[in-house]
């Protein structure tokens, strides 16, 4: 028994503190050892049930990191509930978005960032510019097609999925938008910055264009003013066509 409680210690790297009561550790020391104990028998499975919610997010960043490696390390299955999507994307080797009780999408994190299947899953992963419009008859062609919105704006997707026919919402991620000079691309166009937010690792702007306002996030080093006209460009790729709601 002492063997195995020095080997599940030594894992957490809490093996200097075996003599000291759990109520006189921190909170991340606490959270440490309740995977050790967790651990201590080498289940095949483990649940985490949001387990660095009471974290602070310094912590929560570095436990996030302890975890993955510990689960890499004994090789088993861990299944991890959190509310937190930067922590789901940043952990795991698959993500299911549920809604309700039910599953909306289940993909690789990447997927689930990039190929969001329908309104829910773009609107609760990341930050994402929801534009509504409809796809223009016979416009699908080569992998792409044209999305039209109510203010006359046409937006060239691409259809790595096909058209279906229902889709009435594009997804553009605010990290996929590019402002400055024009890209040559399809989608470019004049806009105006009207609010600008400093968010330490990143600047958020709000931009007006010709289908309403975009959130476009850029590294903290693109420092723009508001009120400046740019030119709002993004890759057909990053404008994703969502389905209706339909969950799994």
């Known amino acids: 028994m002492e063997q195995q409680v020095r080997r599940a210690l030594d894992l957490v790297q809490m093996q200097d503190f075996v ?3 759990a109520s006189k550790l921190s909170g991340g020391q606490q959270q440490r050892i309740a995977v050790a104990r967790a651990i201590a028998f080498s289940p095949k499975v483990v649940l985490f049930d949001e387990p660095l919610s009471n974290l602070d997010a310094k912590l929560r ?6 975890l993955r490696e510990l689960q890499h390390r004994l090789a088993f299955t861990s299944v991890y509930v959190t509310h937190d999507q930067e922590e789901a994307l940043a952990i795991s080797d698959r993500v299911i978005v549920m809604n309700a009780g039910g599953i909306e999408q289940i993909g690789s994190p990447r997927e689930i ?13 990341g930050s994402a ?11 699908a062609a080569n992998g792409a097609a044209i999305f039209e919105t109510p203010e006359g704006a046409a937006i060239e997707v691409a259809t790595i999925a ?20 024009a890209t040559g691309s399809a989608n470019s166009a004049r806009g105006r910055i ?5 968010h330490g690792d ?7 264009w010709p289908a309403g306002t975009l959130i476009v996030r850029r590294p903290p080093t693109e420092v723009l003013e508001e009120g ?3 030119t709002v460009s993004f890759a057909r790729e990053h404008a994703v066509l969502l389905q209706e709601s339909a969950q799994v």
């Open 19 to 21: 003599s000291r009561p």
């Open 61 to 66: 960043a570095e436990m996030r990191v302890e």
């Open 113 to 125: 960032y990039d190929r969001p299947r329908n309104r829910f899953v773009a609107d609760f992963i």
């Open 129 to 139: 510019n929801l534009i509504s419009g409809w796809v223009r008859p016979g416009s």
């Open 162 to 181: 096909g058209v279906r026919g229902d889709e009435n919402t594009v997804a553009l991620r605010a990290s996929y938008i590019h402002l400055g000079a």
């Open 194 to 198: 009207e609010r600008r937010r400093f």
């Open 202 to 208: 990143f600047i958020e702007y709000a931009v007006r």
């Open 228 to 230: 400046a006209e740019v």
